[in-house]
């Protein structure tokens, strides 16, 4: 039931938005934010679950847990991105908006580097390389 409170936060920020989008886009802008930040909070609960689910998964493989650590670094990333990228886009800086969304890019791909590293070497090993 945590999703309907959650929508009902959206649309109604959604609506309250609308009344202040033709006169105070600061308001509307703080709004969003703080909706965003609640909505953020109430599902943070649920990220323990999950990682204790995904650490138990990496155990039973025997992958190294580095990986896992990359791959929480690289989910943080991506979120922290798509929210600038939206705030901006919703605030009509679409410039900076797709420069955020570019930086999160580069950011992903020099995280994974060591991954890849990884990944060429097993690939190397297979092939007698």
Not at 66 to 82: E, H, N, R, V, W
Not at 105 to 117: G, M, Q
């Amino acid at each position: 039931m945590e999703i309907l409170k959650i929508a009902a936060i959206g649309i109604i920020t959604t609506i309250l938005c609308r009344f202040f989008s033709n006169d105070n886009k600061e308001y509307a802008l703080f709004l969003k934010m703080a909706a965003a930040a609640l909505i953020l909070l109430s599902v943070i609960r649920y990220i323990t679950p999950i990682y204790d689910t995904i650490s138990g998964i990496f155990g039973r493989t025997g992958a190294d847990s580095s990986y896992l650590s990359l791959l929480f670094k690289a989910l943080g990333i991506c979120y922290i991105t798509q929210f600038a990228h939206d705030i901006c886009k919703d605030s009509g800086e679409n410039a900076l908006a797709a420069q955020i969304e570019t930086a999160g890019k580069i950011t992903l791909i020099l995280l994974s580097l060591p991954l890849f590293e990884a990944l060429m070497g097993v690939v190397s090993s297979l092939f007698g390389m």
